[in-house]
């Protein structure tokens, strides 16, 4: 059990090793905190959360570092997150306003949180099983080129190039438009999606319907894409400038962040605590090859659609900060969404 003092030295602790990098000793948690007891004093509460396995001396004779363990109970142990402060959340709100689509919208969300936090900042897409269709467009490019729009209700925008078999006329151009439209607006996604199929599985391979089917197979494409969960990323580069922050190798990152499923099943998996937000420091993120870093996540509103947003980086990091700026950017994402939910 650690005493009170114990929990406030190792705050301590980790204050400085991520303020500094280096390892921290008595003599400087003396010097730069008001314990008003001797070094001895620390030194005897140091020992203490070395036997409960909260900090470790990377070298003979050296000060303190944290474990894990160490992050754990620190982060466990924040009475409150702070809010970012005035220009931060000014900074924010000018950086989001004015977005595009939500695909727009998200990378400038994940652009604000890795400026903020110096980290690796992660979106997940909401979930657009339950999203309706709210609009199909079909234009005509010339020659054999086309262009297929599809919108959803949550904002959502699909759009795509697609050569058909012959040139349509004005007529069949207006046609194509016409019945997609008729098809699949104010059906979900996943209603969509299976009515196309089954069309395409019905239908005979007529020459003079081959167009028709090139663009019921495009949409479908899309609606499935739609469907299937996807993230959006910024700041892997900071990785590489921080990579003596990590004890060994950042291959495993650099490969979960090109891959996305496996941070995908990992933010998924990760509880939230009073606030909305969750952590999962170092090992235990060993299940998912990760054991070298730490994820701060918090979650988002989009139309009912939960979906959660985040940073990943090594251990050493600013907890307290990151997880302000996760939980700020997650609330002004939600904003947002509604605001633009209502206007629609």
């Not at 909401?126 to 010339?142: D, I, T, Y």
């Amino acid at each position: 059990m650690v005493s009170e003092r114990g929990l406030q030295v190792l705050r301590a602790i980790v204050q400085d090793y991520v303020d500094t990098r280096e390892p921290v000793g008595s003599k400087a948690i003396v010097d730069r905190h008001q314990f008003g007891v001797s070094a001895a004093t620390i030194r005897n509460d140091m020992a203490l959360l070395e036997d409960e396995e909260l900090i470790t001396a990377p070298h003979t004779s050296s000060g303190r570092v944290p474990t894990d363990k160490g992050y754990r109970v620190f982060v466990d142990h924040l009475a409150d997150v702070r809010p970012l402060t005035s220009a931060q959340r000014s900074a924010i709100g000018a950086f989001l306003e004015d977005t595009g689509d939500l695909d727009d919208l998200l990378v400038r969300t994940v652009r604000s949180l890795t400026r903020l936090t110096g980290q690796v900042a992660i979106v997940q897409y909401p979930s657009f099983a339950r999203a309706n269709v709210s609009h199909v467009e079909v234009v005509h490019l010339g020659g054999t080129r086309i262009v297929i729009i599809v919108v959803t209700d949550t904002g959502r925008v699909s759009q795509r190039v697609v050569f058909l078999a012959t040139e349509p006329s004005a007529d069949e151009a207006s046609q194509l438009k016409l019945t997609m439209t008729a098809l699949l607006t104010g059906k979900s996604v996943k209603d969509g999606a299976a009515a196309i199929a089954k069309i395409l599985e019905a239908e005979t391979a007529a020459p003079r319907e081959e167009n028709r089917r090139i663009v019921l197979r495009a949409i479908g494409e899309e609606l499935d894409e739609f469907r299937q969960d996807r993230m959006v990323m910024a700041g892997s580069a900071t990785l590489a400038r921080r990579e003596s922050d990590f004890r060994g190798s950042i291959y495993p990152l650099l490969e979960a962040i090109e891959e996305q499923v496996t941070l995908l099943r990992l933010m998924g998996e990760m509880v939230a605590d009073d606030r909305g937000l969750a952590t999962s420091i170092g090992r235990e993120n060993e299940p998912f090859g990760l054991s070298e870093a730490s994820i701060v996540a918090g979650e988002y509103d989009a139309g009912g659609s939960h979906a959660r947003i985040g940073v990943l980086g090594p251990t050493r990091m600013d907890y307290p900060t990151n997880l302000a700026a996760v939980r700020a950017v997650a609330h002004y994402l939600t904003r947002l969404l509604e605001e633009d939910e209502t206007s629609r």
